[in-house]
Nanobody, 115 residues
Framework: QVQLVESGGGLVQPGGSQRLSCVVSKSISSINTMGWYRQAPGKERERVAALTTGGSAIYADSVKGRFTISRDNAKNTMYLQMNSLKPEDTAAYYC?????????WGQGTQVTVSS
């Protein structure tokens, strides 16, 4: 079993920045696939960013150049740095990982971009 706990959500003004954190209950050095997803009201959950098995980062077109995904193996933590936030980035954000062929999800953290 793997537990993931997100934090860092909140209310931010358009153009602002926010950093989300995802603490994982086991050593992430052994987890190859990790990512961030989001779900806005009335919409399907979409992948925002992911770290691939080879260590590369991939992003949704809507966040390229604004969001950065990273991980700190020593802290068992994954991050999502979000810059130049837009109202359309408003959503519940979830971190996820795949370990031993099972996908695990955090409980989500709400990000609201509004003036």
């Amino acid at each position: 079993q793997v537990q993931l706990v997100e934090s860092g959500g909140g209310l931010v003004q358009p153009g602002g920045s926010q950093r989300l954190s995802c603490v994982v209950s086991k050593s992430i050095s052994s987890i190859n696939t990790m990512g961030w997803y989001r779900q806005a009201p009335g919409k399907e959950r979409e992948r925002v960013a992911a770290l691939t098995t080879g260590g590369s980062a991939i992003y949704a077109d809507s966040v390229k150049g604004r969001f950065t995904i990273s991980r700190d193996n020593a802290k068992n933590t994954m991050y999502l740095q979000m810059n130049s936030l837009k109202p359309e980035d408003t959503a519940a954000y979830y971190c996820s990982c795949v370990w031993r062929w099972t996908t695990y999800w955090g409980q989500g953290t709400q990000v609201t971009v509004s003036s």
